[in-house]
């Protein structure tokens, strides 16, 4: 990975694809560690986790936070990032979720109007730094009523931004949108090529 003759890092837009559990967020993690690691950047973006802030902890409730400030004990510790998050962190009795699941039915209930304000807020947080690392995990098919923060998603995209994100293997007309952009770059992780795909990543960033 390098910079270019600017002092900046060569702009990507590359989305991680695949079936749940096969390791998509754990190799964004990685890919941010170790860029973090090589150069100076600032860490900025957004993670979508279960029960992450709730004072239940309940695997029911999914809320958007700024990246890096909260971590499933299955992934990386974010304590072990060379770059921090420089967002402010999120104050949990405030803090609504992006979606409730039924527990009779198990289906999810969506609420965009979060999406639209706390999502918002973050990425617009994230445009204001320099140098960054804009991380999206992950874009699904919740956001599909979701249309500002569609709008900032998809400005990100069409600027100079370094974006490390994942996409769901879902066809909605956002997330269709997101892999046909010109600059983005969809790469497929399953349980045959996760451990060596890294490697192709890194050479589209380089």
Do not use: W
Not at 30 to 37: N, S
Not at 143 to 167: M, N, P, R
Request: contains cysteine; negative net charge; glycine residues 6%.
């Amino acid at each position: 990975m390098k910079k270019n003759g600017n002092g900046n890092i060569k702009s990507q837009k590359i989305f991680l694809t695949g079936e749940r559990g096969v390791g998509k967020s754990t190799i964004i993690n990685q890919i941010v560690h170790d860029m973090c690691t090589q150069l100076d950047l600032t860490l900025v973006g957004f993670q979508t986790l279960p029960g992450a802030v709730s004072a239940d902890n309940s695997e029911d409730k999914i809320f958007i936070i700024p990246y890096g400030k909260y971590q499933r004990a299955d992934l990386m510790d974010a304590s072990s990032l060379q770059c921090k998050s420089t967002l402010p962190n999120p104050a949990p009795p405030h803090l609504k979720p992006v979606a409730i699941r039924d527990k009779k039915n198990q289906s999810f209930t969506a609420y965009p109007e979060i999406f639209d304000t706390l999502g918002v807020e973050i990425l617009k947080m994230s445009q204001a730094q320099e140098n960054t690392i804009i991380v999206m995990d992950e874009l699904g098919f919740m956001e599909s009523e979701a249309y500002a923060f569609q709008s900032e998603v998809l400005k990100i995209l069409d600027h100079s931004a370094t974006v490390i994100g994942v996409i769901k293997p879902k066809h909605t007309n956002f997330l269709d949108r997101i892999r046909n952009h010109k600059d983005v770059t969809v790469v497929t992780v399953t349980e045959e090529n996760r451990d060596s795909i890294i490697s192709v990543i890194y050479d589209i960033i380089s």
